[in-house]
Each structure stands twice: as C-alpha cells, then as structure tokens.
C-alpha cells in the first residue's frame, strides 16, 4: 500500500502562483510515474501533469508553460509548481502516483480568483 499527502492549495488572484506538494509513503521501494490530475466542478477529472522515474514529462496543454511538475526521489514527493494561474484552473487537484498500481491522494482545492 501507497499513502499520498497533498499540501500547497488554496486561494490565489489571477496572475497568481501556487506549489503544491505530495509526499508518499508506505510500500514505495517501486514508484514509476507520479503526477496530478485535476477535477473541476461539474467536469470529468483530467491529466494536469505526469513526470516518470527517469524525469521524462507530460503536460496537458492547457497548463504549458504555465506549469511545472518536477519529482524528489530521495523524497519521494512530486510537486506541481503553478505560475500564471487564471480562473480556469480552478479545481481539486489530485496526486496520483504509480507503483504496481495506481495510488489516489485525497485531494486539493485551488481557487482562482478573477
């Protein structure tokens, strides 16, 4: 078993930045790819960003150049740095991390304030 914290959301004007952080813990001697997704409301939940063991990157298009995910193996924690923050991007963001299985953290609120 996998357990993720999240830490770093919460309420930023347009323009804005936020990092947020996932530590993992519990039975990770195999972590592959980690990342987030984000689910706004009334919206299916969607690939923000993923970053694989050997640093290898991919970003939904709506956050390029805006975000920036980057991983700690010593850490085991995977960031998501957020510049440039509009209203749209308002949503929980989820961790999710992959190792054998998939593995959920349980959640974020961005708010983006116009």
């Known amino acids: 078993q996998v357990q993720l914290v999240e830490s770093g959301g919460g309420l930023v004007q347009a323009g804005g930045s936020l990092r947020l952080s996932c530590a993992a813990s519990?039975?990770?001697?195999?972590?592959?790819?980690m990342g987030w997704y984000r689910q706004a409301p009334g919206k299916r939940r969607e690939l923000v960003a993923i970053?694989?063991?050997?640093?290898?990157?991919n970003y939904a298009d709506s956050v390029k150049g805006r975000f920036t995910v980057s991983r700690d193996n010593a850490k085991n924690t995977v960031y998501l740095q957020m510049n440039s923050l509009k209203p749209e991007d308002t949503a929980v963001y989820y961790c999710i991390v992959s190792a054998g299985a998939n593995y959920w953290g349980q959640g974020t609120q961005v708010t983006v304030s116009s």
């Open positions: 970053i694989t063991n050997g640093g290898g990157t």
């Open positions: 519990g039975s990770i001697s195999n972590l592959n790819v």
